[in-house]
C-alpha cells in the first residue's frame, strides 16, 4: 500500500497540525524508552522490543501531529514518513 492508497482508505487524513498531540506523543516516546531500558536490563528481552517499537511508533506520530496528519495504520505511518521525508536510494 502507498501513501496515496493510505489516504484514499481514510487510514491516514489530513488534519491542522497539532503541537500539543506532537509534544505528548514524545513525552510517550521518551518514556517507552526509558522502560525499554529499564526492561533490557533485567533481561525481558520480549518486553524489550514491545517498549521500543511503542517509542519509536509514538516518536513517528508525533512528526505526524506536527505534519497535520492523524493515523490509523502502523504501515501507513511508515509509508508516510518514507514518503515525505527518507530519499531512497539517493
Known amino acids: 500500500m502507498n501513501v496515496r492508497e493510505c489516504f484514499e482508505k481514510r ?14 506523543s514524545m513525552e510517550v516516546a521518551e518514556a517507552k524508552l526509558e522502560e525499554a531500558e529499564k526492561a533490557l536490563v533485567y533481561g525481558l528481552l520480549d518486553a524489550t522490543v514491545i517498549l ?36 531512497l536510494g539517493g
Open 11 to 24: 487510514l491516514l487524513w489530513e488534519d491542522r497540525p497539532d503541537l500539543r498531540r506532537s509534544d505528548r
Open 52 to 87: 521500543a517499537y511503542t517509542a519509536m511508533f509514538h516518536a513517528a506520530r508525533a512528526v505526524l501531529f506536527r505534519d497535520g496528519v492523524i493515523e490509523r495504520s502502523h504501515i501507513c505511518l511508515i509509508e508516510y514518513l518514507k514518503e515525505r521525508y527518507v530519499r
